[in-house]
């Protein structure tokens, strides 16, 4: 594994939660959070060291964004289906019962995600990696334009803070568009 100065954050912040263990109330509870959370933060050291180059970034990107596209389809097909069939088997499928959503006649998704948090955070990452492929020419601009719109579209479910991600995405991409980076 090689160093990176993006591990520092990464380190600081296992090391932020390893000590919350010891004031835990349940620290066997938390040292279970810990491992999980050691896990995902692992798994960008990791893609640290795979991804290379451009090359190797264009490789990981574009099969994401097929991905996106292919999840966002969902998302707006049972859109789509349900004032016709609320109860159907594609509302049964990519639906989700109420959670922190207030009570109302409204689809609540999560489409090919068990938890629809989940959802919000695969939707902010590839509002990112989508404005990277179109900076980079990777995919035409109509096509990432398409892509944003199916995005916001399936975001647009779900009431969450985590979507201020993608405003956030948005706002860098703006800035370093305008810096000329």
């Known amino acids: ?3 990176s100065p993006g591990f520092l954050p990464i380190l600081t912040s296992l090391a932020a939660l390893g000590a919350s263990i010891a ?3 349940e620290p066997g509870d938390s040292a279970i959070k810990l491992a999980t959370v050691g896990y995902l933060l692992a798994l960008a050291v990791l893609a640290d060291n795979l991804v290379d ?6 490789r990981v990107v574009l099969p994401w964004l097929a991905a996106t596209a292919a999840v966002c389809g969902v998302a707006i097909a049972a859109l789509v289906s349900f004032p016709f069939a ?10 989700v019962g109420f959670g922190t959503l207030p009570p109302g006649h409204y689809p609540r998704l999560a489409a090919t995600f068990l938890n629809p948090n989940m959802l919000c955070n ?3 990452v590839s509002f990112a990696m989508a404005a990277l492929a179109a900076a ?22 779900r009431v969450w803070p985590g979507l201020g991600g993608i405003a956030l995405a948005a706002g860098i991409f703006a800035w370093i568009a305008r810096a000329g980076r």
């Open 1 to 3: 594994l090689r160093r």
């Open 23 to 25: 004031v835990s109330p």
């Open 53 to 58: 180059d451009d090359g190797d970034l264009k």
């Open 86 to 95: 609320p109860e159907g088997a594609l509302m049964r499928y990519a639906g």
């Open 122 to 124: 695969y939707l902010v």
């Open 136 to 157: 980079r020419g990777w995919v035409s601009s109509r096509l990432c334009i398409l892509l944003v719109v199916m995005i916001a579209v399936a975001a647009a479910t």
